[in-house]
């Protein structure tokens, strides 16, 4: 190859690469992205010490492409107003995937995973608020999200259900169920 070939080849990627014109963007998007995984992962991580079906990966990717969706079109200079739109797509589009985290068993009349759903969905926000630049209030959100989702249970577990905490399972044995909601 020509030095006017990889003359081209060097001038295309440094264009295709313009969007990080200098190290404070780069540092910026870095600092909002990760922040977004590590947060999405501390939920996700609580959900899968507890069995749950959602945990560390899919809540990581989960805040990961929210903050991604709206950090892209602010990058863009997308105005304000053209933003919502995004966030109301990428709000409706996790309520498909918390969706999917919902189980109602055909014999039984409870419902599982909607505190996995509902924290996906949660997770879905904080990514949000990383993209948005919002860092500290992500921050709070996750805590706060990790406090209702670890420590209010310890408070909760004590009250007997209304069934008794007591179900049969698919063989037919009378069973103890955790009071928990998910």
Do not use: N
């Not at 540092?27 to 959602?54: D, M, N």
């Not at 599982?112 to 209030?137: P, V, Y």
């Amino acid at each position: 190859m020509s030095a006017d070939t990889w003359t081209e080849i060097v001038d295309t990627l440094r264009s295709e690469f313009s969007d990080l014109p200098d190290a404070a963007q780069i540092t910026r998007i870095a600092v909002r992205l990760l922040l977004a995984a590590l947060l999405g992962g501390i939920l996700g991580y609580e959900r899968e010490h507890h069995g749950k079906a959602a945990g560390i990966r899919t809540h990581m990717l989960v805040s990961l492409g929210a903050a991604l969706f709206v950090l892209v079109p602010q990058q863009g200079g997308m105005p304000m107003p053209d933003m919502s739109r995004v966030l109301q797509g990428v709000i409706a589009g996790i309520g498909f995937l918390g969706a999917g985290a919902i189980l109602k068993l055909k014999d039984e009349e409870q419902v599982h995973g909607l505190t996995t759903a509902a924290s996906i969905w949660m997770t879905a926000a904080i990514g949000i608020a990383c993209g948005l630049g919002r860092e500290a209030t992500a921050v709070f959100s996750m805590l706060l999200a990790l406090l209702i989702l670890a420590v209010l249970p310890l408070f909760t577990r004590p009250y007997p259900r209304d069934d008794g905490g007591r179900r049969e399972d698919a063989r037919g044995d009378d069973r103890r169920v955790s009071p928990r909601d998910d």
